[in-house]
């Protein structure tokens, strides 16, 4: 059975950094887009961006340049650096394949203070 598991959020102020990683069952992940998705309290769930299983990537707008997705597919590991975050980047991220197929973990608590 195919697990997600996040870590590395946590609390930050405005303008300060959080690198989050995503561990995943290897033999899935390695073939799979995989993608950083959040959800604010009271919000939808919602895509951040995405990499394929060669590298390529793709940004929300409201992330471009800030946030950085990549990935370690030996280690079956997507990581999201996260850089001049906003107060309104405040919520609970979580990784996933692009389609959300696989069952979703805990995901790690993102909180940015202004």
């Known amino acids: 059975q195919v697990q997600l598991v996040e870590s590395g959020g946590g609390l930050v102020q405005a303008g300060g950094s959080l690198r989050l990683s995503c561990a995943a069952s290897g033999s899935i992940f390695s073939r799979d887009t995989m993608a950083w998705y959040r959800q604010a309290p009271g919000n939808q769930r919602e895509l951040v961006a995405s990499i394929t299983s060669g590298g390529r990537t793709k940004y929300e707008d409201f992330v471009k340049g800030r946030f950085t997705i990549s990935r370690d597919n030996a280690k079956f590991t997507v990581y999201l650096q996260m850089n001049s975050l906003k107060p309104e980047d405040t919520a609970t991220y979580y990784c996933?394949?692009?389609?959300?197929?696989?069952?979703w973990g805990q995901g790690t608590q993102v909180t940015v203070s202004s």
């Open positions: 996933n394949a692009w389609d959300g197929y696989f069952p």
